[in-house]
C-alpha cells in the first residue's frame, strides 16, 4: 500500500519561491506520473505539473514559466518549486500518483501542505 | 483546452436517496480518461471512478459511473451518511489534465 508524505514551508512572502517534496513509501516510483495539484481555500482541483521515472516533466501552461518539478529516485521522493509567488499561489498543494493503470487517474494522494503568501 | 462543467453545484438530498451528479465536457473527449473523485472536508480527494465506468480499488458498489462523449454522470444508488462531501470530475487529454469545479453533496 503506498503511502505519500509530503512537507515543505507553509508561509511565503511574495516574490519568494515555494519549495515543497513528496516521499513515496511502501510502492514503486516506476511506471507511475508523480504529480502536483493545488486547491485555494474553499475552490477547486487545478493540476500544476507532473514528472514520470525517466525524469519527462510536463506541466500546466498556465504556470509552466514558474514551475519545476524534479526527482530523487534513490530516495523515492519528488519536489516541486514555485518562484516568484503571489497571493494568488496561496492553496492546499497535494502530491499525487497518476497511474496508466487507472486511465491517468489519480490513485494515491498526499495530505496536503497549506502554503500561506502574505506579506 | 477541455473545460469540465459539473451540475447541479450543489446536491440537497436524504440518506437513502439516490445521487446522480453530472459533468459536462466543452468537446466530445474520450470516456477512457474520465475519472471521478469524492473528497470530505479537510481530506485529500479519493479516487472513486477511473474510465468513466471502472470502480476503483475498494470503492463501494453504490458508486457508478457512466457516460460518453461529453456527458458524463457519477450516481450513488443509496445515499449512506459517508457519501456527503464534495465530488469532482477530472479528464486527460494530450498532457493536460482538466478538473471540473465541483458538486457539494450536502445532507437535507
Known amino acids: 500500500q503506498v503511502q505519500l508524505q509530503q512537507w515543505g514551508a507553509g508561509l511565503l512572502k511574495p516574490s519568494e519561491t515555494l519549495s515543497l517534496t513528496c516521499a513515496v513509501n511502501g510502492g514503486s516510483f516506476s511506471n507511475y506520473y508523480w504529480t502536483w495539484i493545488r486547491q485555494p481555500p474553499g475552490k477547486g482541483l487545478e493540476w500544476i505539473g507532473e514528472?514520470?521515472?525517466?525524469?519527462?516533466?510536463n506541466y500546466s501552461p498556465s504556470l509552466k514559466s514558474r514551475v519545476t518539478i524534479s526527482m530523487d529516485k534513490s530516495k523515492n521522493q519528488f519536489s516541486l518549486k514555485l518562484t516568484s509567488v503571489t497571493a494568488a499561489d496561496t492553496a492546499v498543494y497535494y502530491c499525487a500518483r497518476g497511474s496508466y493503470g487507472v486511465d491517468y487517474g489519480f490513485d494515491s494522494w498526499g495530505q496536503g501542505t497549506l502554503v500561506t503568501v502574505s506579506s | 483546452e477541455i473545460v469540465l462543467t459539473q451540475s447541479p453545484g450543489t446536491l440537497s438530498l436524504s440518506p437513502g436517496q439516490r445521487a446522480t451528479l453530472s459533468c459536462r465536457a466543452s468537446q466530445s473527449v474520450s470516456s477512457n480518461y474520465l475519472a471521478w473523485y469524492q473528497q470530505k472536508r479537510g481530506q485529500a480527494p479519493r479516487l472513486l471512478i477511473y474510465g468513466a465506468s471502472t470502480r476503483a480499488t475498494g470503492i463501494p458498489d453504490r458508486f457508478s459511473g457512466s457516460g460518453s462523449g461529453t456527458d458524463f454522470t457519477l450516481t450513488i444508488s443509496r445515499l449512506e451518511p459517508e457519501d456527503f462531501a464534495v465530488y469532482y470530475c477530472q479528464h486527460y487529454d494530450r498532457s493536460l489534465y482538466s478538473f471540473g469545479q465541483g458538486t457539494n453533496l450536502e445532507i437535507k
Open positions: 514528472i514520470n521515472d525517466s525524469g519527462n516533466t
